[in-house]
């Protein structure tokens, strides 16, 4: 092969392995992220909120109520009778408890479920079990409701306590609330707790909170405020609907919508952020693509030259029964196989690259078990074979033309 | 038939009516003085140009009417060139260059270099058939044209001074070749020459001078 060949070859070469090495680039940081993102918070599980929006509405229009856009028992009902849902609970919250472990004081708030559904709801205990219907004063700790937050100077730091959550299952926590009442006095209420669990990684606020029953997390709520919760008309703020399986969140979630509710589900993240990345894949790939781009001018080049310098050998082929598509195909053939095997080549190469950065990658960030910042899919290598093949052919067309429209004669008479 | 080639903006007239008939199975010379357009014509009747104006008819088939392609196929099928500078292509060995008219043909491998040996023997070169043209002398090289023009089994064979670079011996080797050739095989001849010599081989032998035949002689 002649050294001219290679050299644009490895054009090709530099070219398909910039284009993988890019766009797995994109891949890569695709995967972790939506890897990461689907592993916490279930995909499963919609957040419904009261529509913001038409609450406004209601109040600016005197009082005019719309029983749809409240998130009141009814409503659970009715969201419960769409297809594909298996639980609904509403959400209470309460902040500003206290606990005591290990006499240091840790600030909580409580997130309260219906325990009635809390054995259909994606929640899925690390260590201990989830309480069962009627214990209403037994609760599941979040992962990280024991860290305390410590600022030194610009930086945040997580201090993990000595106790872990799980050290406190099956023990009782007492937990104080207070309240100032109508005299400016301060009133102090201690609730037990009976600890049952700790909940695995939810990514949402679960994983700083205490989950308890909505009755009982109700109940000292109208302590602390000091009024009675009025659920029928003002509804409950959130509620969590959990659906059978992924493939049914989309439909859920416009049922919900035609029922003036604002839904928040990782689905839509994933699917707003799927977007996103095909277009840094895009932006990516089209950086590696003007690397192919010069491969193509290279190969242009190589059969142009190749062609001057084979006239006299096109002529005597012409002469002796070659027709203008024999040597068209001749070296469009030949330029294809420069593509084709500058992108063999440029896929073997890319994929040690990919290995490589990953390595290198879990060298300085660490992390358990490899880093993906890479992630070469077999589809990106099919598409950069068929792609340096085709960059291949197209560059060979014009200069393949031009040597099967010479003139036999005149070809053959050239030196 | 007439033949003008285009020299900047003026037409110069090469060919001033030439008017010929070669029945098959002849072998003529064709002889001139240089610049007489001796190659000219034969190109013409080999389709490598087009006439300017008439008509060149092999058998059935109108040269002067066949579009590039088709002419490709009819010389592919029906004609065998040789040239004083060989032609051969320098890196294939001489086995590949009488194989790669058939590989146009689609002929399947074996049977190509089956007959490319067939031809190479025909002309006595059997044992340098894995040689480059670079090693071998001109009178081999010559030699591996002229199989390479006859591995299609062409009627006509076109030579254009197939003796014109070889000492007078080997001439007369090629020339005697060439001659068992149109014997046996009844192919055509139309060799251009300047050496007299040659024409004592030929059945015909037509003198052209500046574009025109001037003298037609049957031997
Ligand atoms: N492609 C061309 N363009 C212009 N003029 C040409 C071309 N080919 C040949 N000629 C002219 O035509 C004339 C005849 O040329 P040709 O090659 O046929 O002569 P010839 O008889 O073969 O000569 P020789 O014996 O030297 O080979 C010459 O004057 C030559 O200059
Ligand atoms: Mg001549």
Redo the contacts between chains.
Sequence with gaps: MKFRTILTIIGVVIGTASIIVMVSIGNGAQKSITDELSGIGSVTTLQVYQDLSSMGMTAMGGGKTDDKAILNDDAIKDLKKIDGVVAVTPVVNLSGGEIEVDREQYGVSLMGVDYAVLEDMRYVTTSGKKPGANDENSVILGKDVLTSFTYTGASTQLEASAVKPEDLIGQNITMTIKRTNANGEEEIKTQKLKVTGVLEATGGNEDYSIIADYHLVTDLNEWQTGRKANVKKQGYSQALVTVEDSSVVNDVTSEVEAMKFTVFSMQQILDSMGSVFQMLQILLGGIGGVALLVACIGIVNTMTMSIYERTKEIGIMKVIGASISDIRNMFIAESTMIGLIGGLVGIVISLVLSVLINLIAGLFIGGEGGVTISYITPGLVVFALFFSALVGLLSGVRPAIKAANLSSLDAIRSE | MHKDFKLGKEDIHILKGIDLDIEQGEMVALLGPSGSGKSTFL?VL?G??PPTSGDIMIRDYRISDMT??EL??F???HLG?I?QSY???STMTAMENVA??LT??GVKKEIRQQRAQEALEVVGLVDRMGHKPSELSGGQQQRVSIA?ALV?HPEIILADEPTGNLDSKTSADIMEMITRLNREEKQTFVIVTHDPDTTKYCTKVIHMCDGLIEAEVNQ
Excluded: S, Y
């Design positions: 190109n080999g490598l140009v590039e392609n490709c196929l010389r592919r099928e060139f040239f032609n051969l292509i790669l008219a146009f043909a390479r299609n």
